[in-house]
């Protein structure tokens, strides 16, 4: 199987066990591609396009898909130490089970995606456009909001740790044990007196 290249098309094709470190495909379209169990250390997929695509059992250090457009696209059981895909568009992704130390999604559009059951050490979604987010059975670490527009978006199913940005909750839904949780720091950010 060649290796990735730039500016390519790649149509139902089925990638499994395969190395692709240090490997760059920007400005490439992918459509009903797999990659099953792959090693993707520092590929480079800037400006990139993925359409009925499916990472499943694959592992990264860094991933670099900025600028990238995902539609009906799963990640299940990654294991990925850094995503970073700001300025991305995501419609209909779902990321199912796996580990992401670092996902970066700054002043992404985000339209319908799904986290299930799955570990994100920081989840930075600053300057990002949310529209119907569910988090399901997950937990993370950090999450970062600053300047972000949430609609639609749904962090009941969610182990929050730190929230940065609090007041960019507006348009999230959370439990009422996450609001007793962030009663302390929301009174801090609103400089509320709590005796």
Not at 1 to 17: A, I, K, Q, V
Not at 42 to 52: M, R
Not at 143 to 163: C, N, P, V, W, Y
Request: hydrophobic residues 35%.
């Amino acid at each position: 199987m060649p290796g990735l290249t730039d500016g390519n098309d790649y149509d139902r094709l089925s990638f499994e066990g395969l190395d692709f470190s240090g490997q760059s495909s920007e400005e490439s379209h992918f459509a009903d591609c797999v990659f099953a169990n792959c090693t993707l250390d520092e590929v480079h997929w800037k400006h990139s396009h993925f359409l009925d695509t499916q990472f499943s059992g694959s592992r990264a250090t860094r991933l670099e898909m900025p600028s990238t457009s995902l539609r009906d696209v799963e990640f299940i059981d990654c294991r990925i130490g850094a995503l970073v895909a700001h300025g991305s568009q995501w419609t209909n992704v779902h990321i199912h089970g796996g580990k992401l130390d670092y996902l970066n999604l700054r002043g992404a559009t985000i339209d319908t995606v799904r986290i299930e059951g799955c570990g994100i050490g920081d989840l930075d979604l600053s300057g990002a456009t949310v529209t119907r987010l569910v988090v399901v059975e997950s937990r993370i670490q950090q999450l970062t909001l600053t300047r972000a527009r949430l609609k639609q978006t749904d962090f009941r199913g969610a182990e929050l740790s730190l929230i940065t940005g609090l007041i960019e909750l507006a348009g999230a839904t959370i439990s009422q044990e996450q609001l007793h949780d962030l009663a302390p720091a929301l009174a801090s950010h609103l400089q509320i007196d709590v005796d």
